[in-house]
């Protein structure tokens, strides 16, 4: 193939064209051009290597009553989606089978093992080295209870191929004068990261793109065909190219439908406050307070907090309670914080087994996809762009990608 047509510019659309663009192929990326409308604008910029054990498992069911938001917790349900939610729920269910969930940990594992050296790599080809920032991250817990527990459970889980290790009573100090009270105890990881900042990094990205002479159509696509491989835009203009991509978050569900192909994505709604008024100090890395329910990132933007998982559609707007428990959290940490923070809400794009679909469509081979990468979309962006250009350039991926098969759907 020589030309391509994207259809998505969230991290994984903008990192795909990158990557297909240095390959040779002339590629045209559409995206209605709202930056804060996807996830990848709103996100807690963490390069989770770490996260090798899929959402969809049995502990976690267990865990749902406890981690409910009428009692503190942050997951939820929009009761006006249940149609969204219910059939998406028997299919997770499903997916929690426990040798399902062994086999979602093996791929997963194959995907995150060079997820951090391949933002290193992209970051590279944009000529912004700078945005990746390999610090490692850190959980607190700010009880004795919780850090016995969390500890405990850390220590029997799998991390892939990053390492943990107890902090230091020097290490926990770090967080003087930037919290309330010290943690009782935290957890610092090697081998993971963050970025600068999500959307400086999409941006440096897409202007690396268009200074390549990459296209870029500000569009909905609203109609798909694969042969000929052809977008119908919502102002009414068509794009023909030899192939697709499929990048379109928590959108693509709706965006193979037009191509006749089922994937069951869901909104796994997020949001997040931002303070440009912040003591955090830049290189002290992204914390996630576990009895909090929160993630702490500092970007060259500014101090982001991020929190909830709230099933629902990527459409509606943002629920005021969540804002404010936020805000709650926010204080009881004692952190600097601006009276009047940034709001945001966006999906992550989640599949009901909680691995993303990435591959080639059997029967339409000119049509790939990448997307339902829920909650490690940017940090598995850049190694879905490579996995990517093997497929748009036949040359095989670096490892198997039938776990990822969007058929798996029926
Ligand atoms: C609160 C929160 C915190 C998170 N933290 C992390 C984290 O720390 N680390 C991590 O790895 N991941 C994190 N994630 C997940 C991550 O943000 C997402 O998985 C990732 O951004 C998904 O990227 P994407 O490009 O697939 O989708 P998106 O960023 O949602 O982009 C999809 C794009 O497609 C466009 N589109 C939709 N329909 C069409 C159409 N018909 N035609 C053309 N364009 C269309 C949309 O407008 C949008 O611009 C977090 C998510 C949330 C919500």
Known sequence: MKSI??????????????????AGLAVTLIDPGDKKRGASYGN???????????????ENVLRAPRSSFGVGGPLDFRWTDVALWTPWSMRFLAACDPARFARGREAL??????????????????????MVIPHGHVTAWMTREGAERGLAAFAKA???????REMNAGELARYSGVLSRLPQAGAVFSGTGQVSDPQGARDAMLASFTERGGVIVADSVVGLSATPA???????????????????????????????VRAPVIGERGYHLQSTETNWPRDLPTTV???????????????????????????????ERKWRRLRQRIDELGLQFSPTPERWVGSRPSLPDFLPAIGRLERAPNVLYAFGHAHLGLTEAPITSELM??????????????????????
């Open 109 to 130: 594992s194959a995907l995150l093992e060079d997820a951090l050296p391949a933002w290193q790599r992209i970051a590279d080809l944009a000529g912004r080295p700078d």
């Open 230 to 260: 052809r977008a119908t835009l919502a102002s009414g203009g068509v794009r023909e190219a030899d192939a697709l991509l499929v990048s379109a978050g928590a959108w693509s569900g709706r965006v193979m439908a037009m191509l006749g």
């Open 389 to 410: 250009c093997a497929l748009a350039t036949d040359k095989a991926p670096a490892f198997d990608l039938a776990p990822f098969r969007v058929e798996r759907f029926g």
């Open 289 to 319: 307070f576990d009895e909090n329910f929160i993630a702490v990132s500092r970007f060259t933007t500014g101090l982001r907090c991020t929190s909830f998982v709230e099933f629902g559609s990527p459409d509606a707007p943002g629920d």
């Open 5 to 22: 047509l994207i259809i998505g510019g969230g991290l994984v659309g903008v990192s795909c064209a990158l990557r297909l663009q240095a």
């Open 158 to 164: 799998q991390w892939g191929k990053a390492t943990w």
């Open 44 to 58: 807690a910029g963490h390069i989770g290597s770490e996260q090798v054990s899929p959402w969809s498992a049995w």
